[in-house]
């Protein structure tokens, strides 16, 4: 679970196996949005409370921000 709090990504920096599915989580009070710099993987609009979950199968470093706050910036690593 990755919470979206204060403007941030908590935790900003993640190491997960492979096949592992990442839940989202906004506990702002506006909305945020979840986009992969590689557009691998892209939420909604997420108002409070709302979550988002992406499944990774494939290994790799994905950098992600917050489409509406790019100042807001995070980073996965899968692993096999
Ligand atoms: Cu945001």
Do not use: W
């Not at 992969?36 to 997420?46: G, P, Q, T």
Request: charge should be negative; hydrophobic fraction near 40%; proline fraction near 5%.
């Amino acid at each position: 679970m990755i919470k979206i709090e204060n403007f941030a990504f908590t935790p900003a920096v993640l190491t997960i196996k492979q096949g592992t599915t990442v839940t989202f989580e906004n506990d702002d009070d506006i909305p945020h949005l979840v986009v992969a710099n590689d557009a691998s993987f892209r939420s909604k609009a997420l108002d409070t409370g709302d979550t988002y979950a992406f499944t990774f199968t494939k290994v790799g470093d994905y950098a992600y921000f917050c489409g509406l706050h790019p100042h807001m910036q995070g980073r996965i690593t899968v692993a096999p």
